[in-house]
């Protein structure tokens, strides 16, 4: 299990999905990502992404102007 | 034991491709949707952005049609593939500067090699042949599966009975009985079946999310087109359009003038990519400049910002004007009285 940063600051949604999306693709099952964003959108919309594909969201926070949300790459989850 | 046959659904996040989807799904099929970002679909762009909008409960429609339906949702970043679609349209351009028709069957296509590749069986969309004035015509329904490649691998769910078999019918994959013949620009039959299904919340936009149907967003990139030696773009491009007010005040340069925090905060991001002015003097927005500014160019911009601020009555502000390389200069400037700024200079 490694853990991974992406930063998706500065990106409108649906950017920051993407970009989770695509570097989720490169992880292993039971990786850890934390992905950093500016968009509040990004709150409801990664966890949403995570949700329908499988992936299971550890903890979301906002922190200053700053989202972060913290997910473990399942086994369910979107490989493809 | 039959192979599980598996569709992809392009999902706009409206009403017609959640309800297509739905109908699939309950023939049994195996369908996963697939939406694509083109960079102009930017609807919730203004709420992400603006501090006053902060509070509004913002979504993602193709998430939550996805998420409805308990479907993956696959997003795809076609920015650049979708250059070309955008300047030069086969089929031209509808009211504003909309290829829907290109559109549409660039989509397809793409969907075409996403089915390839992932091993799908056929590809489903949320038209209604009539729906649209220039996308979904019984004339333009063939051209779509001819210039995308899917030929009778694309079913339209809704309207199926009013089209020719595809291939999924055909084959036994799907009960042509069970699809429907929707028609015309109605939503009444869409909003019966949603009732059905008990779908509510469901987006309603008009013109669906698609910015480039917007008369005052296709406005504003017409003008930078005119304006730039070249008709290529950035994504930063669009994110731009979306932000501030627009005001060009000669053919050298346009500015853009942030109206409230969120967006002066949001704009702070771009100040290595375009010169900026500020007022050091009073409270007041930040300005981005796009384009070649001469000395001349660069007070008279200074004069139209301090109008924005609270320095807007003063005889005289302080604006900071600041270029790419480093430069700064601060000019003392009156601020222009709103009669000074003509109409035909805000984009």
């Known amino acids: ?80 | 034991m039959s192979k599980q046959r598996k569709a992809v659904s392009l999902i706009s996040g409206g009403l017609d491709s959640l309800l297509a989807t739905k109908v699939l799904l309950d023939q049994g099929i195996h369908v996963e949707g697939i939406n694509f970002f083109t960079g102009f679909c930017v609807e919730g762009h203004t709420h992400a952005i603006r501090k006053q909008d902060k509070d509004k409960v913002k979504r993602n429609n193709a998430l939550w049609s996805a998420e409805k339906l308990g479907i993956k949702l696959h997003i795809i970043d076609v920015i650049e593939e979708y250059k070309d679609v955008l300047l030069n349209p086969k089929h031209g351009y509808g009211q504003n500067m909309n290829p829907c028709l290109d559109c549409k069957g660039f989509m397809v296509k793409k969907a075409v090699e996403w089915i390839k590749e992932n091993d799908f069986d056929f590809i489903i969309t949320g038209e209604v042949i009539g729906q649209r004035p220039m996308s979904q015509r019984k004339e333009t329904m063939p051209i779509i599966q001819q210039e995308s490649g899917a030929g009778d691998l694309l079913l339209r769910p809704l309207c199926a009975k009013n089209l020719p078999e595809t291939l999924p019918e055909r084959e036994g994959w799907v009960d042509r009985d069970k699809l429907l013949d929707f028609s015309g620009r109605t939503r009444k039959p869409q909003m019966a079946l949603a009732k059905k299904y008990n779908f509510e919340g469901y987006a309603t936009p008009a013109g669906g999310c698609c910015f480039l149907t917007d008369k005052n967003y296709s406005d504003k990139l017409v003008d930078m087109w005119e304006h730039r030696s070249s008709r290529d773009y950035e994504l930063d491009d669009l994110m731009m359009l979306k932000v501030g007010r627009h005001i060009r005040p000669n053919e050298n340069f346009k500015m853009i003038v942030g109206r409230e925090q969120g967006e002066n905060k949001f704009m702070e991001g771009y100040r290595k990519m375009y010169p900026y002015i500020y007022c050091t003097s009073h409270n007041g927005p930040l300005t981005l400049l796009d384009g070649n500014i001469t000395e001349s160019d660069a007070e008279l911009a200074a004069r139209i910002a301090a109008r924005y601020g609270q320095g807007r009555d003063a005889d005289e502000v302080e604006m900071s004007v600041n270029y790419p390389d480093g430069k700064q200069v601060v000019l003392k400037v009156k601020p222009m009285l709103s009669d000074e700024i003509p109409e035909a200079w805000y984009v």
């Open chain 1, 1 to 80: 299990m490694s853990k991974y940063e992406l930063d998706a600051k500065r990106l409108l949604c649906p950017m920051p999905v993407i970009r989770t999306q695509d570097k989720i693709k490169t992880l292993a099952v039971g990786d850890i990502l934390e992905v950093v964003c500016t968009d509040p959108g990004a709150l409801n919309d990664v966890p949403a992404w995570c949700r329908i594909n499988g992936h299971k969201i550890l903890e979301t926070k906002t922190v200053d102007d700053e989202v972060i949300i913290i997910i473990e790459v399942s086994d369910a989850g979107d490989k493809t």
